[in-house]
Every structure is written in structure tokens, then in C-alpha cells.
């Protein structure tokens, strides 16, 4: 049985940070495809970066040169660092791994607050 939890999520100021967490049981995420996503109110949810099972990375053109994907293999778990937050940046964050088996975690509010 695989699970995803998130973490770290809240209310910051805009221009601040926060560090989100997505901690895996069931599944190997080194070898694993794993993404975070984002779902605003009203929108479709999107891509915000991703990180390979050999440690390649990309990002929404968005969040370029402010986010960070990386992953810790002792602790099975991938980080989502956000700096320089936006209030259009306000969502449900979301962990996905397309395994197999393709999971997504139940999500963490960030607020970004002008």
C-alpha cells in the first residue's frame, strides 16, 4: 500500500518562503518518477517541478530560479523549497509519483498573503 504525505504548508507574506515536504511509505521514491503540482481555486491543477529517478530536475517556467525540488534517499523523502511566494501562488500543493503505482497525496494548503 502506497502513501504520500505532504507538509509544510501555511500562511506567508508575499516575498516569503516555505519548505514543503512529501514523505513516501510503500515505494521507493529514488527509483520513482517524482513531480509537485499546484491547484488554485478555480484552475486546472499544474506542474510545478519534477525530479528524476537519476536526479534530474525541471520546473514550471513560473518558478524558475525560485523553487527547488530535491530528494533525500536515507529519509525517502522529496522537499519543494519556495522562495520570493506570490499571492497568484496561493493553492493546494500536491505530491505525485508515477510509481508504478501512480499515487497522489492528499495535498497542503499555501496561502500568500499581499
Known amino acids: 500500500q502506497v502513501q504520500l504525505v505532504e507538509s509544510g504548508g501555511g500562511l506567508v507574506q508575499a516575498g516569503g518562503s516555505l519548505r514543503l515536504s512529501c514523505a513516501a511509505s510503500?515505494?521507493?521514491?529514488?527509483?520513482?518518477?517524482v513531480g509537485w503540482y499546484r491547484q488554485a481555486p478555480g484552475k486546472q491543477r499544474e506542474l510545478v517541478a519534477f525530479?528524476?529517478?537519476?536526479?534530474?530536475?525541471d520546473y514550471a517556467d513560473s518558478v524558475k530560479g525560485r523553487f527547488t525540488i530535491s530528494r533525500d534517499n536515507v529519509k525517502n523523502t522529496v522537499y519543494l523549497q519556495m522562495n520570493s511566494l506570490k499571492p497568484e501562488e496561493t493553492a493546494v500543493y500536491y505530491c505525485h509519483t508515477d510509481g508504478p503505482p501512480f499515487v497522489w497525496g492528499p495535498g497542503t494548503q499555501v496561502t500568500v498573503s499581499s
Open positions: 510503500g515505494i521507493i521514491f529514488s527509483r520513482s518518477l
Open positions: 525530479v528524476s529517478s537519476g536526479g534530474n530536475t
